[in-house]
C-alpha cells in the first residue's frame, strides 16, 4: 500500500476539528496507520474499505493491551494513538465498526480538568528549564553583566531568552483565551466550539515550535558560556603593547631590574571592545608580583556606566570572571580622582583602580600606589583619555 504523511496539529479542546480533518482524509482513501512524535501522522492507501476514525478526548486509553482498548477492538475499533488529551482510533480494514463505545463527550468537566493538568505540567517543565540554565549561568559567573556585555555569544542567548519568553505569553494568553472560549460556550449548553482548520492547526504548530526554541536556546546559552570563558591566552609584544591604550609595569616604575612575562586577551561585541593584560613580575627567579590591566571602549557612555557598576559590584564580591583574576573580595570606596567614576581599594597583592571616563572603562591592579599624580597623570596619557579637565 502507497502511504503519505500528514501534521496531526489539534489539541484536546479542538478535538472536533481532529475529527473533521481525520474523516476527510478518510473520504479520500487514507487509513491513519501511527502518529509519530505527536505531530506527524503516517497514512496508508485503502480504497476497498469503508474507513471510519474516531477522536475521543480522553486519556481512558492508556496503551494496547489496556481492558478498554480491546473493548473497542471486540466492537471493531483499533487504537492507534494517544496525544494531548485525546485517543485516535481508526477501523480495521474491511470491518464496520459499532458506534464508539464511548460518552465522554458528555463529561467536557474531565476534559477541562485534564487539559489544566497538561498546562501545568507544560508550564512546570519549561520553568524548571528555565531555573535550571539560570542556577547554571548564574551561579558560574556566567550571567554576569560583565560577561553578558562583553561577549556576543551571551548577548545572542540573552535575546533569545527574552524572544522565547514573549512568545511563550503570548502562546499561554492564546491558549487561556480558548480555554475561556469552551467554558462559556459548554456553560450555556451549545457545546465545545467548533473552530476553523488553520487557527486550530497553527496554535498547536507554535507550541512544537516553542518548545524547540526552548531547547535550542538552552543548548545555545550552554555553549556560549563555554565558549565565551575559554579565551585563549597570548603572548604578548611589548613595543606593539606600547602603542597601545594599556599601562605597563613600566609605566609605573616598578621594574627595578625585574623580569617579567606579558600575556594579553583581546575581544570585542556589539557593545564593547576590550583589551586584557597580565604582566608576571619576577626578580632573582622569585614571584614578586603582578601588574593586571583590563581597557573596556563602551559603544556609549550609559552602557560605560553600566559595565563600570557591574565590575565595581564583581570586585567586592571576589567574582570577577577575567584573566588570571585570584584575589578575593576588595573593600573599593568612591574617590575623587578627576575621573568621571573612579573607586579604589587595596588587596593581598597590592592596589586596584577601577575607574570611567567617558565611554572608557578600565580596571588597573599592581603592587603600587595608584592614586599619586604623577601615575593619575601617565594613565591619562597611557589609557588615551578624553575630558580630562584643564
Known sequence: MSGAWGLFAYDALDYTAAQQWLDRKAAQGWRLKKLYFGLLARFERDETSVILCCVAPQGYVQGEEADSCRLCAG??????????????????????????????????????????????????????????????LWGTGGMRWSVLLTSDRMLCGLAFAAVDVGLLAAAALSHIHVYIRCRRSVAKGDGLPVRPQRPVRARVLLDYALMLLVWLTCFGSALAWIGGNSLPVERADREELRREPVVLAEDLKIRDGRTSSLSVQEGASLLV???RTCEVLRKDGALTGQVRCEVYRCRSVRIARLLAGALYREEREGRPRRLLERHGALELTEAALGFDQAWTGDGPDGSCLLLRQGTTVAVLEAPAELTGADTLEKLWTRLQLEGKAA
Open 75 to 136: 466492537t471493531g475499533w483499533d487504537w492507534v494513538a494517544g496525544v494531548r488529551g485525546m485517543d485516535l482510533f481508526v477501523s480495521p480494514p474491511g470491518v464496520f465498526p459499532l458506534p464508539f463505545p464511548s460518552d465522554t463527550a458528555l463529561e467536557p468537566d474531565g476534559l477541562f480538568r485534564r487539559v489544566r493538568r497538561r498546562w501545568t505540567a507544560s508550564a512546570l517543565l519549561i520553568l524548571s528549564l528555565f531555573a535550571l540554565l539560570g542556577c547554571v
Open 273 to 275: 571592545s576590550w583589551r
